[in-house]
């Protein structure tokens, strides 16, 4: 409610001088949620961060293809800070023109330490051994833990090089980044559409089911277990869309969806959704049961009581809102959180009923090794303006 009241209150007030614009071009406030509406007290990192956080950015650059669009958005009360925008404007127009981005030189990969790979291991085991005892004994249909991975990097971390390797590495994924200051960047590669809505047309992905390296995804298709737990994942999302009185659309049956070196089973939803409010249906379809689970409200507190760190931004939602009412909104998965020397590297399993633990174990360890591939170590320090990107 607060995000869509600010996306409102900010694109309102905005003067578009070009009205006409193509659809990448109209101003957007980007977003970015944490998991849990509350944060506990358990985790001092995730202290001073609120539940939801809007911008309006000052400069927004948008791009398909060869074809990019600037836009400058500021506060004018006269004709000269109008003329004076336009200015500022015209020269950064002309700044981009004449040379490359300059995305830094690449770094070396960060080699985590195989100690710290066993430790969280080891964490992870007792959850996930309850975590089995629920879901087979019937208490919960399924339950997504996740793991966290800490790493001390040793230096400063600089994003922007990151992001380069992610468009190569994790090709189909939506890259992400929201940098509040130069030690504290959320960044990440997510495979998983939580809505989208163009032109009142809505979209929504079921993601859930992993199949790892060489892997042609064929067996992923046969598992019983696999293709029971991105069923839940379809069923409940097409309910909650019911609920809201949209009529879904889906396949029948699930396909296989490839991000870097996973594939995943993948079933699209469609629905036409004239005159709804995405942040409101967003609302009601976050947290899908593909990184929380099943009944909603149980499995969500059995992750406050099994999972020893506070999620912050992982697995919530992040993406942009326009001045058409079109949204794009993606589950932050595959993300890493970095905060000075520390970088935090996130992944969670879904369990379901016939759940074997060692391979909940591997496919977190699959997850997290992806992730490890994607960093990159920059010497020097970052630059202290904020920076968020949100990139298809």
Same mark, same amino acid.
Not at 157 to 161: A, E, K, Q, R, V
Not at 242 to 247: K, N
Not at 249 to 264: A, E, F, I, V, Y
């Given at each position: 409610?607060?995000?869509q009241?600010?996306a409102?209150?900010?694109?309102? =007030?905005?003067?578009?001088? %070009?009205p006409?614009?193509?659809?990448?071009?109209?101003?957007?406030?980007?977003?970015?949620f944490q998991?849990f509406?509350?944060?506990?007290?358990?985790?001092?990192?995730?202290? !001073?961060?609120?539940?939801?956080?809007?911008v309006?950015?000052r400069? /927004?650059?948008?791009?398909? !293809?060869?074809?990019?669009?600037?836009?400058?958005? !500021?506060?004018?009360?006269?004709?000269?800070?109008?003329?004076?925008?336009?200015? @500022?404007? &015209?020269? %950064?127009?002309?700044?981009?023109?004449?040379?490359?981005?300059?995305l830094?030189?690449?770094?070396?990969?960060?080699?985590?330490?195989?100690?710290d790979?066993s430790?969280w291991q080891?964490?992870?085991a007792?959850?996930?051994?309850?975590?089995?005892?629920?879901?087979n004994?019937g208490?919960l249909h399924?339950?997504v833990?996740?793991?966290? /991975?800490?790493?001390?990097?040793?230096?400063s971390?600089?994003?922007?090089?990151l992001?380069?390797?992610?468009?190569?590495?994790?090709?189909?994924?939506c890259?992400f980044?929201?940098?509040?200051?130069?030690?504290?960047?959320?960044?990440?590669?997510s495979?998983e559409?939580?809505?989208?809505?163009?032109?009142?047309?809505?979209?929504?992905?079921?993601?859930? $089911?992993t199949a790892?390296?060489?892997?042609?995804?064929q067996?992923?298709?046969?598992?019983?277990?696999?293709?029971?737990e991105?069923?839940l994942?379809?069923?409940?999302?097409?309910? /909650?869309l019911? =609920?809201?009185?949209?009529?879904p &659309?889906?396949?029948? @049956?699930?396909?296989?969806?490839?991000?870097?070196?996973?594939?995943?089973l993948?079933t699209?939803?469609?629905a036409a959704?004239? $005159? %709804?409010?995405?942040?409101?249906?967003?609302? @009601?379809?976050h947290?899908?049961?593909?990184?929380?689970?099943?009944?909603? =409200?149980?499995?969500?507190? &059995?992750?406050r009581?099994?999972?020893?760190f506070?999620?912050g931004?992982?697995?919530?939602?992040i993406?942009?809102?326009?001045?058409? !009412?079109?949204?794009?909104l993606?589950?932050?998965?595959?993300c890493?959180h970095?905060? $000075?020397r520390?970088?935090?590297?996130?992944?969670?399993?879904?369990?379901?009923r016939?759940?074997?633990?060692?391979?909940?174990l591997?496919?977190?360890?699959?997850?997290?090794?992806?992730?490890?591939?994607q960093?990159?170590?920059? /010497?020097g320090?970052?630059s202290?303006?904020? =920076?968020?990107?949100?990139?298809?």
């Open positions: 409610e607060l995000a009241r600010f409102d209150l900010s694109l309102s =007030r905005l003067t578009d001088t %070009k006409d614009a193509p659809t990448l071009a109209r101003p957007r406030v980007l977003l970015s998991f509406d509350q944060t506990s007290e358990r985790d001092h990192n995730t202290h !001073g961060c609120p539940s939801v956080q809007a309006l950015p400069w /927004q650059l948008s791009r398909h !293809g060869r074809r990019g669009w600037l836009r400058l958005n !500021g506060v004018v009360s006269n004709a000269a800070e109008a003329r004076e925008l336009a200015e @500022q404007l &015209w020269l %950064k127009h002309l700044d981009l023109q004449d040379r490359e981005p300059d830094g030189r690449p770094s070396p990969a960060i080699h985590l330490d195989t100690r790979s430790s080891q964490r992870y007792s959850a996930l051994e309850r975590g089995l005892e629920l879901v004994g208490e399924k339950l833990l996740a793991v966290r /991975q800490s790493i001390d990097v040793g230096t971390f600089d994003p922007l090089p992001l380069t390797r992610l468009r190569h590495q994790q090709a189909g994924s890259r980044l929201w940098q509040r200051k130069a030690d504290d960047v959320f960044f990440g590669a495979p559409r939580l809505i989208s809505l163009r032109g009142g047309f809505l979209r929504s992905d079921a993601l859930a $089911g790892g390296p060489g892997d042609d995804g067996q992923l298709l046969r598992s019983d277990k696999d293709r029971r991105h069923e994942v379809v069923e409940t999302i097409t309910d /909650q019911r =609920r809201s009185g949209l009529s &659309w889906r396949r029948p @049956q699930p396909q296989l969806s490839r991000h870097g070196r996973l594939t995943h993948h699209p939803i469609t959704a004239q $005159g %709804k409010s995405v942040l409101a249906l967003a609302e @009601q379809l947290p899908t049961p593909a990184v929380a689970g099943l009944p909603r =409200r149980e499995a969500m507190a &059995w992750l009581t099994l999972e020893p506070e999620r931004n992982y697995a919530a939602p993406g942009w809102i326009d001045s058409a !009412g079109d949204a794009e993606r589950v932050a998965i595959r890493g970095a905060q $000075g520390r970088l935090d590297l996130t992944a969670g399993a879904g369990l379901v016939g759940s074997i633990a060692e391979r909940e591997q496919e977190v360890g699959l997850k997290l090794a992806v992730l490890a591939d960093l990159v170590c920059v /010497q320090n970052g202290e303006r904020s =920076r968020h990107s949100i990139e298809d």
